[in-house]
C-alpha cells in the first residue's frame, strides 16, 4: 500500500531553518504531484508547497514564497521543504501528500494519500 512518512521536524527559533523530509513507497512515485501543507490544531489544513512529478514545477502559498523551496527527488522517492526565516506562526503539524493528478492542487481534498505529520515548533 501507498506510504508518505515525514520527518524533519522539531524546535526552531523564530527566523531559523529546517528541512522537511517525506520518504513514498507503493506508488510510481514520478507519476505523482506532491504537496506539503501544514495545520495548527483547530484549523483546517493549509497549502504550503506543491511540485509536479518531474519536478519542473512548483506552486508556493503566498504566505511562504521567497522562503519556503520545494523539491524532490524521484530517484529516491522523497519530497522535500526547505524552510527558512520560520515564523512563530507558522509552528503547525506539516503533512505531505500525494495526487495522481498533474494540477498542483491547493485545496486538500484533491489530494489522494497523506502521511502521518510530523510537528514544527517555531519559538518567538
Known amino acids: 500500500q501507498v506510504q508518505l512518512v515525514e520527518s524533519g521536524g522539531g524546535l526552531v527559533q523564530a527566523g531559523g531553518s529546517l528541512r522537511l523530509s517525506c520518504a513514498a513507497s507503493?506508488?510510481?512515485?514520478?507519476?505523482?504531484?506532491m504537496g506539503w501543507f501544514r495545520r495548527v490544531p483547530g484549523k483546517e489544513r493549509e497549502f504550503v508547497a506543491g511540485?509536479?512529478?518531474?519536478?519542473?514545477?512548483?506552486r508556493y502559498a503566498d504566505s511562504v514564497k521567497g522562503r519556503f523551496t520545494i523539491s524532490r527527488d524521484n530517484a529516491e522517492n522523497t519530497v522535500s521543504l526547505q524552510m527558512n526565516s520560520l515564523k512563530a506562526e507558522e509552528t503547525a503539524e506539516y503533512y505531505c501528500?500525494?495526487?495522481?493528478?498533474?494540477?498542483?492542487?491547493?485545496?486538500?481534498?484533491?489530494?489522494?494519500?497523506w502521511g502521518q505529520g510530523t510537528q514544527v515548533t517555531v519559538s518567538s
Open positions: 511540485v509536479s512529478g518531474t519536478g519542473g514545477r512548483t
Open positions: 501528500a500525494a495526487d495522481r493528478t498533474a494540477t498542483i492542487w491547493s485545496l486538500e481534498s484533491q489530494y489522494d494519500y
Open positions: 507503493g506508488l510510481t512515485f514520478s507519476l505523482y504531484t
